[in-house]
């Protein structure tokens, strides 16, 4: 029989690794993985899931809850009669500002967007050559950069403002916008990602002609695709309700966060007259985040580019 | 004898000098690399860090110009300051409790949603990211650990009679360190959960096809044998990410404990600093306590490197 088999087995060897290439593809089960435990994860996740969900479970229905209910007790969870009237509130008093909405909206998104682009390119080149040879200075310099990032962020406040003040860029978006390029986490994070991809890749492109710009931008970049969504996400949601933005005062270049906050209070000083706006502001001022962590997230897939390549 | 030494020690020093210039212009493509970054993290981060250093050797109360006072608020910290104490023993209990666990909780849900099919995991995802993408969250736990009998815990536990009157979870100094544990750990999936994520995601699935040839024979042995060995750099983030998470305590404390709170049993070095920094005006102080929290992470960070590097072999 097997001997038979024999032409065909390998055929079929083919086809089922083809086969299996597809699986992983599409992410149907792998081997090694017995239904018990698949089941027991799935529960697990579902229980934990409503304990971690909690605060966003809270912030959406917070956000629809009239004002009676707001200050009920003692306090509810679900909302009962769900209201618009938060969220139209909250348009009104933002159409009757001096300062248009999307005045604010804008400079949020300039500075997130120009912020995170910065930085994924300034860290990732940086990343790219630290990672990927050994210099004078490059360990030192590594070093460096994840033990800065120990250091507490609430006594380098003053240095730093400085420092801005020094270079005149107090109350302008490069308050902002310069120091998030150099956030240590994005590097470090980088850096950890581009060391797995293997040097005999970036020789071998390196043989074929190529110089370092470009082994950075079509060979290592690519590979490392998932750290580059993960350390936007991070940039992302430092930048869209980045405390340093107390350092902009002009009315016409605040943020979001700080104009909203004029409104409706801080969390820790609220105005309990426009509770209900706060709670609308607390869930609008999370769906941008939340809507790029998803896109970002599932673009986060099995690359299978480094596949097939040996140290 | 010692001028021979010393002169051949100085041609030694010259000669790595040397090496190390010819190697420097070697790489001079790499450095115009790391330049900018190199740039903006100088003078935005390593700048005012060595600058808050220099703080904690002076008198400084942001008012008046700095006044060099040498290892005096050291001196202070240690012999003088007991609310200190208190705090670097609460900042190491929390430390020591939540980091290990902080990080093995990111890890294992980590491994467990990778499992899943791409939307919802990317959904899974955001669920479990939950406390750290929506800002002041932990604020939710005030409303369970509130020390009425309308208090969520409370009004369960008096119900199944466990307890028989309301107990103040949040000034009560015997439970006040395990709720503040309970709502770390629950923060505790930040950034180094994400890192894992994005790393599974990057190991060569022919390395899990090769295991099974190899008699892989279950998750748990392909985790130790194949998935953890290949993840060491993500796992030194997560590690780095943990350490920072678990010392740097100071916000939940504040707000879900009060500030300072009862006996200052869940005070920590961070709130501390913050005490000093912000409410006294001794930055000099201030910075010299971020010192000592500093140093004490990166010794923390060296040990469990070298514990890391161990992991799968």
Known sequence: MTKVMGKTSLRQGEITQRAKRKRVNRNVRRPNRSLSGDIFIVFLLCVFGFFFAFPLIFAINHAFKPMNELFMFPPRLFVINPTMNNLSDLFILMSRSWVTFSRYVFNTVFITFVGTVGHLMVASMGAYAVSKYTFPGSKAFFNLVIITLMFSGFVTAIPNFLILAQLGWIDTFWAVIIPSFAFPMGFFLLKQFIDTVPMSLVESAKIDGAGEWRIYTRIVMPLVKPAMLTAMIFSVQGLWNNPQANLIYTEQLKTLPFALQQIVGSPHTPNIARAGVGAAVAMVMMIVPIILFIVAQSNILSTMANSGIKE | ?313
């Open chain 2, 1 to 313: 004898m010692e001028g021979t030494n010393f002169s051949r020690y100085k041609a030694k020093k010259m000669r790595m000098l040397a090496y190390h210039w010819s190697e420097a212009k070697k790489h001079k493509v790499l450095y115009l690399f790391l330049l900018p970054f190199a740039l903006v993290f100088g003078a935005f981060v390593l700048a005012p860090v060595g600058i808050s250093i220099f703080f904690s050797f002076t008198y400084f109360n942001v008012l008046e110009p700095a006044r060099f006072i040498g290892f005096q608020n050291y001196l202070n910290l240690f012999l003088a300051d007991d609310v200190f104490l208190i705090a670097l023993r609460n900042t190491l209990i929390l430390a020591v409790i939540t980091g290990p666990i902080g990080y093995i909780c990111a890890f294992l849900f980590a491994w467990f949603i990778n499992e899943l099919p791409r939307y919802i995991r990317a959904f899974v995802t955001l669920v479990f990211y939950a406390p750290t993408i929506s800002g002041a969250a932990f604020l939710v736990w005030a409303l369970i650990f509130t020390g009425d009998e309308m208090g969520y815990l409370n009004a369960i536990l008096i119900r199944f009679g466990i307890i028989q009157e309301p107990q103040l979870w949040l000034t009560n100094p015997d439970f006040m360190m395990p709720v503040i544990i309970v709502v770390v750990l629950w923060m505790s999936l930040g950034a180094g959960f994400l890192a894992f994520i994005a790393g599974l995601s990057t190991i060569d699935e022919t390395l899990y096809e090769a295991g099974l040839m190899d008699g892989v024979k279950n998750r748990w042995q392909e985790l130790w044998f194949i998935t953890l060995p290949n993840m060491q750099g993500m796992l030194m983030f997560g590690a780095v990410m943990a350490i920072m998470a678990s010392f740097a305590v100071g916000q939940v404390t504040q707000d879900l404990a009060g500030f300072p709170s009862t006996d200052y049993a869940v005070h920590t070095i961070v709130n501390h600093l913050v005490d000093y920094g912000a409410i006294r005006f001794e930055m000099g102080y201030a910075s010299a306590i971020a010192t000592i929290l500093f140093v004490t992470m990166i010794y923390t960070k060296i040990l469990v490197g070298k514990f890391i590097s161990r992991i799968g072999t």
